[in-house]
Each structure stands twice: as C-alpha cells, then as structure tokens.
T-cell receptor
C-alpha cells in the first residue's frame, strides 16, 4: 500500500494563479483532511471530509476549495494564489470519526507564492 | 476552543541525554492525545497516543502519560540518539475528527 500520496512535492506560483494540490489514499479511509504548516503555528486545518460527497470547513478555509467525488481522492484548489498561502500543505486520512483514531499524513507539498 | 500548548524549542541535546517536551491541552470534553513526529523532509508520523486518563503511550523508547489532573501529556525519552532529531508535535483529538496541534518542538541531538 502506498498510504497517503501527494503531488506535486514542490510548486512555485505567481500571485493570482490557480492550482490544484492532489491527495490520494489507498486505505479505504472515510475521513480525509487538509492542513497547512507554518513556522511557530503547528498545523492548522483547512478543510475536511467525512466521506465521499461531504466536505466541511476547518479553521482556515478562506481561499481554498475542496471536493470529494471518490473515497480515494481529496484535491485542494487554490482559486487565486496569494503570498499568504506560501506554506507546506499536508493531506491526512483516517478510518473513523472517533477521537482515538489515528490520522495518517502524506509527505507534504511545499508551495511558494511570489 | 480546543487548544494545545507545547514547549517552545529549539532543543539541542547530546546523545544519551534525557529529553522532555511539555504539552498541555484544554480540558473540554474527553479528548484523545497524540504525539506526532516529523523527520527532516518528511510528513508527520504517529509516535504514540493515549485515549483516556492515566493511559501511557509508548513507542521507540518514548513515553507520555495522559494526566487529567494537570491536563498534560509530556513526552519523555531516557536516552536520545542522533536519529531522534526531528520536530515533535503534540495534538488533541475530538469526536469531530479534528486534530488541534501544538506549535511543534524542534529537537536536535548531537553526537
């Protein structure tokens, strides 16, 4: 099993450009989420999904869209990139909503917005 | 809201030294508590977890005990190695599937 995969590993964008960060998991997990990691701030939840066709906002959703058309995939779209979106983005998946469930993280996408 | 406060780094140690990273959490509800580790250039991996008061999580020589009375989940290792150099994150999990993370502590172990 590949676990959670993310592409690309690194991306440079100009302000105003749009792009999609890809995330896929092969563990048949119902729950998937996107976090961004910024120095001194830990990881902050952007959007999450509790199953195919269902998405919801996290702590910092502005400027990002998500969709969940299949169990496996959970892409994150930046509609109009801004320098404040320079960050490292992590996708995670887990098999249950219960508080004790472990979340499994992808290797991350490093995004630089100029 | 739910939050986690984690000891600030960076922390630099010599091999075989004792490591402690402090973590406290907000006490609302009945959270699970996690320590995740991020090695250089990689994503986060679960290091250990505890799901109820007085539980002890352990893995790779690391331990942490869920202390409800002090709302703490401090990470300890008795003898660190160079390979333990990483960023360590304390996290709090709730029934809505959301994880709240601390800011992370960078640990560097020197030979």
């Amino acid at each position: 099993n590949a676990g959670v995969t993310q592409t690309p590993k690194f991306q440079v964008l100009k302000t105003g450009q749009s792009m999609t960060l890809q995330c896929a998991q092969d563990m048949n997990h119902e729950y998937m989420s996107w976090y961004r990691q910024d120095p001194g701030m830990g990881l902050r939840l952007i959007h999450y999904s509790v199953g195919a066709g269902i998405t919801d906002q996290g702590e910092v959703p502005n400027g990002y869209n998500v969709s969940r058309s299949t169990t496996e995939d959970f892409p994150l779209r930046l509609l109009s990139a801004a320098p404040s979106q320079t960050s490292v983005y992590f996708c995670a998946s887990g098999k249950g909503r219960q508080r004790q469930e472990t979340q499994y993280f992808g290797p991350g996408t490093r995004l630089l917005v100029l | 809201g739910d939050s986690v406060t984690q000891m600030e780094g960076p922390v630099t140690l010599s091999e075989e030294a004792f490591l402690t990273i402090n973590c406290t959490y907000t006490a609302t509800g009945y959270p699970s508590l996690f320590w995740y580790v991020q090695y250089p250039g990689e994503g986060l991996q679960l290091l250990l977890k505890a799901t109820k008061a007085d539980d002890k999580g352990s893995n790779k020589g690391f331990e942490a005990t869920y202390r409800k009375e002090t709302t703490s989940f401090h990470l300890e290792k008795g003898s660190v190695q160079v390979s333990d150099s990483a960023v360590y994150f304390c996290a709090r999990g709730s029934n809505d599937y959301k994880l709240s993370f601390g800011a992370g502590t960078t640990v560097t172990v020197r030979a």
